[in-house]
């Protein structure tokens, strides 16, 4: 039997995040040989994994970071099963990692995130790996980014909501590009303005509006203008640029961009929140 050596344990440790006595157990098992050993670490993740498929993962952090040129930034969801481990600095520091591997390679979409080289694996793999280190089902779920002039991001304190916009001119004082990101995670814009508003939700929105009147008992003739109205102020309400500005109520979002800067305006945006 192969002799294996706290060094060897700590090495393993190192390279898998297992812990400990699960690496000096694969070691053993595997004769000393590394990569058989992190084999059985990986294959114990999959039996986790495969056990624990009909569980709710609905816990995690929502993590946005923007790189380091500010012109790109990327979101991710890392799900786990219980408020513990998402509260877990071990589990936060794997979803950073993560995070760092999307900003590093830009990927096109969740899969292709999940496809990409981390500690000497994927990041699928890794992920399989840390439900068998953790013993709870854990998925990345999602996955986002945005580009332009200048990109911030936004993470709400306990990691349950983040943001990220992008503007049309860098080169600002950050606190104006923060000032939006946090009016989004705020009041939950669903578009940057009224035309950028889906047609559909347009269309519920007017025929609520609508439905509302009619049994408020307003004149049939009426129905149109009164829906046509609400569906302004849900505009108003609704999308990010004609938003009263949180900071300031005498102004919209649109306004205070100008304030700033005469041409700037948002380009895109996400948001994502945890509601468990």
Known sequence: MAEISAADVAKLRKMTGAGMMDCKLALTDAAGD????????????KAIANKRTDRDAKEGVVLSRISDCGKYGAMIVLNCETDFVAKNEAFVTFANSILNVAIANRPADLDALKALPLEGTTVEEKVTMQSGVIGEKIEVSFFDCVAGEQVIAYIHPGNRLATLA??????????????????????DPVAIDRGDVPQEIRDEEFKIGREQARLEGKPEQMLDKIAEGRLNKFYQEKTLLNQEFVKDNKVNVGQYLKSNHKELTVTAFKRYTLNV
Do not use: T
């Open 166 to 187: 992008s503007f049309n001119v860098g080169g600002l004082d950050m606190q104006v590009y923060r000032d939006v990101a946090m009016q989004i995670a705020a009041m």
């Open 34 to 45: 590394f990569n058989k050993a992190i084999e059985f670490i990986r294959e114990r993740g």
